[in-house]
């Protein structure tokens, strides 16, 4: 029964509700940047050497780092290192996402989502691939959220689950291990069989043998501590992105390696009936280009993807 001039100032929570710990995503590290071409504005992403971090991360480890402390803020693979095959649209919103046996595409015609194959026809004509997004606490900077690290290369995925599984083993968790993350060079073979420097991932730590074992007596209380990590951000046009002005006059000119390239690969691109030859028509149409020394590295890079010579974006 209600008491007199009762008006609830008792009640402060509901019975029964069901709490939720939750580490929001503070931010976005990237492995690259943009660069504009002076000449045709035309703008595309370039692999560098070095985390590109948001100025509160700068203040901890200066502008261009080469390596970062972090911590997996999970034992989920699936909410640390989310990856699948992605095919993006147009202002980067993201289209179609596979996970190697089936796919969920959106019809921009038809406004609706269909279930389809994976891998299919979309992957070989380079219009989609692997995608993962690793999600880390940085403990010098906050310890109230994650960072969201995107790679589209499948030996950096595979470094962060070999990462995990290692910690698992060696101490019962990988949940708030202190590591550091490095971005070193190595040569990689690219689809065309050439080796390339690209920039990946190495975890490192400087745990000994007496923290292993003061670590292995904290797993019950840290495994305890079960927080729900905001899903990574998957698409959508994002303007933070360091840009980079080129003159490709003066900076870039293609050789007679790279010339010698493309000229093989277009010929057999073009008598190869499996390829989708549109966006190489679109390409001539609009760049209007007779000579190859025309064309500018932005241009370039472009119809290397076009054809199928670089099949991976690492500069993300």
């Not at 992403?45 to 700068?58: G, L």
């Not at 999600?135 to 950096?156: E, F, H, K, W």
């Not at 490192?204 to 043998?209: G, H, I, L, P, T």
């Not at 277009?266 to 390409?283: E, N, P, R």
Request: aromatic content about 8%; hydrophobic content about 30%; charged content about 30%.
């Amino acid at each position: 029964m209600a008491m007199a001039n009762e008006n609830g100032s008792r009640f402060t929570e509901i019975v029964g509700f069901k709490r939720m710990q939750y580490l929001p995503r503070l931010g976005k590290i990237r492995l690259g940047i943009k660069k504009v071409s002076a000449k045709s504005g035309k703008e595309y992403p370039t692999e560098v050497d070095y985390f590109v971090c948001p100025p509160e991360v700068q203040k901890v480890y200066g502008d261009k780092p080469k390596q970062i402390d972090i911590m997996f803020p999970s034992e989920d693979f699936g909410q640390v290192i989310p990856y699948c095959y992605k095919k993006y649209g147009s202002n980067q919103k993201l289209q179609c996402k596979g996970n190697g046996e089936i796919a969920i595409y959106f019809d921009v015609e038809t406004k609706a989502q269909i279930q389809k194959k994976c891998p299919c026809e979309f992957l070989e004509q380079k219009k989609c691939a692997k995608r993962g997004h690793l999600m880390v606490i940085l403990p010098r900077v906050s310890l109230g959220g994650v960072y969201q690290i995107d790679t589209g290369s499948g030996a950096n995925i595979n470094r962060v689950l070999d990462a995990m599984e290692y910690w698992k083993l060696m101490v019962g968790r990988c949940k708030c291990i202190p590591l550091t993350l490095e971005r070193v060079p190595e040569k990689m073979s690219e689809p065309d069989g050439k080796m390339q420097t690209h920039y990946l991932f190495r975890f490192s730590s400087q745990v000994n043998s007496d923290l292993l074992n003061q670590a292995i007596e904290n797993n019950r209380k840290i495994l305890s501590l079960d927080f729900k990590i905001e899903q990574p951000k998957e698409d959508g046009k994002e303007n933070d992105t360091p840009t980079v002005v080129i003159d490709e006059e003066t900076d870039w000119e293609i050789n007679d390696e790279q010339k010698a390239e493309l000229e093989e690969k277009i010929g057999k691109f073009m008598v190869d009936k499996k390829t989708d030859k549109k966006h190489l028509s679109d390409f001539k149409k609009r760049t209007s280009i007779r000579r190859w020394q025309d064309l500018s590295e932005a241009e370039y890079l472009e119809l290397k993807k076009i054809v199928g010579i670089q099949e991976i974006e690492f500069g993300e």
